[in-house]
């Protein structure tokens, strides 16, 4: 297998860097292969990130990924054929798929024409390639400090750019699925963008599945959005990816003012799998409601990192957060909650809880408060434990077989973070997602 090393102790040849090797690949010339070229040179200053860099302490992807793998190829017809089948099982009634196989955006099996008044969907590879530097330019203007969010910009082949104009209510969610089509051990690279007006709303889903015999692959992905004034943006993300495969996602997020940011991520897939995302509270009388669930079991690792940084006053933020981990799985939360000291009259409220189903699974909590400003109503949480015993023997004590009683208690125990999901069909997806989880571990 061509697999090319990020960082060793010996020193990588430049025409054998995974950028030397993909760069006749990579759409857009000119500025933007010299954004390229800066933002792998701040990767290769760090390379994968280990534990001495204090946000990735618990997830060293030197010793769990140890090598970024070569480009993906772009997707031919078996494979454009394996993700469909992969599709179907996957499926949700009502929405607006927007599908990339192996990192690339599929017009055959995605939902390109109709669109509702005000929304406009654009390829990722259509702008690199084009000349609107302006659009090019903000694509690339995540913190390339972050060696994963740098490896991304340089690499990032594909995604969709997606604009709501000012006044839309978009009454059908967009789906955006990221499919592994089962072809050889390759990585992909994917930034998307949303853009929501003022006084507007949409729902965004995104997926990461896996089509039939894909198995040590790597996804990196990065997603921007920015939530105009008075809008609202509901977000569900589900991370389903093979059992042996790596998931690293980045997001920006930038909420304006009296506008409403509700998330939910799940990761029930993937051997390691990381969700960092940083969001930015910058418009006054604001809220933001971000919930979590990892379902982890074998040796899954599964890392979710928040940074939620107030800027401004009167506005409100909450983080809830559940993990179920079993065998040797390991899961990780840390939370950040930075209130500057402009940011008078801030509420933000911070729990994450963490159920352990066998002697050898673990948890990290990682709960901060960093707060400048002082009239503020600010706490944090975490707790850790076993499930209830006693809870266990009424409910084995009616008759439940004990696996169907801890699967009472655990839908019981992470039901408040799917709650949040405002649209009924989207929970029963969640929920779904949960229950697939709990049939796998009977």
Request: proline fraction near 3%.
């Amino acid at each position: 297998m061509n697999v090319a090393v990020a960082k060793t102790d010996r020193v990588e040849a430049a025409d054998e860097t995974p950028f030397a090797l993909a760069r006749s690949r990579l759409p857009g010339s000119g500025a933007v292969a010299d954004l390229r070229r800066e933002a792998y040179d701040a990767f290769q200053r760090i390379g994968l990130p280990h534990r001495r860099i204090e946000d990735w302490k618990y997830t060293d992807l030197r010793a769990l990924m140890r090598e970024v793998l070569p480009l993906a190829a772009a997707p031919d017809a078996e494979a454009l054929a394996r993700a469909a089948a992969a599709l179907k099982l996957h499926a949700i009634d009502g929405v607006r798929r927007l599908v990339l196989v192996d990192g690339v955006l599929a017009p055959s099996l995605s939902e390109f024409g109709d669109l509702e008044p005000k929304l406009s969907l654009r390829s990722l590879r259509d702008i690199l390639a084009g000349g609107d530097a302006a659009l090019q330019k903000e694509l690339f203007g995540l913190d390339s400090n972050n060696p994963m969010i740098a490896l991304n910009s340089a690499m990032m082949t594909d995604g969709v750019v997606i604009a709501v104009a000012d006044g839309a209510k978009l009454t059908q969610p967009l789906h955006v699925v990221h499919i592994a089509s089962g072809g050889a051990p390759a990585a992909v690279f994917t930034r998307s963008m949303l853009k929501l007006g003022n006084d507007s709303s949409a729902t965004l889903v995104e997926s990461y599945i896996a089509g039939e015999g894909a198995a040590a692959y790597q996804v990196h992905d990065s997603l921007v959005i920015a939530i105009g004034d008075r809008a609202r943006l509901d977000h569900v993300r589900l991370v389903e990816d093979g059992r042996e495969a790596f998931n690293i996602t980045s997001s920006a997020i930038d909420v304006g003012s009296h506008a409403h940011f509700n998330t939910f991520g799940m990761a029930t897939g993937a051997l390691v799998s990381r969700y960092q995302a940083v969001i930015n509270v910058a418009g006054e009388h604001s809220r933001v409601e971000t919930n979590g669930v990892n379902l982890l079991n074998g040796k899954q690792h599964a890392d979710t990192t928040l940074v939620m940084n107030h800027d401004v006053p009167h506005c409100a933020s909450r983080e809830v957060f559940r993990a179920v981990v079993d065998d040797r799985g390991h899961s990780v939360f840390q939370g950040r909650i930075n209130v500057r000291q402009p940011a008078q009259h801030t509420d933000a409220k911070m729990m994450t809880r963490a159920l352990l189903l066998s002697d050898d699974a673990e948890a990290d909590n990682k709960p901060e408060l960093e707060i400048f400003a002082d009239d503020v109503t600010c706490g944090h949480g975490a707790t850790t434990g076993a499930l209830d015993e006693s809870l266990l023997f009424y409910l084995r004590a009616r008759g439940l077989p004990e696996k169907d009683a801890q699967s009472l208690l655990i839908q019981a125990f992470v039901g408040e973070a799917i709650e949040s999901i405002a649209d009924d069909s989207l929970r029963d997806l969640a929920i779904g997602a949960a229950a697939r989880w709990l049939e796998a571990r009977a």
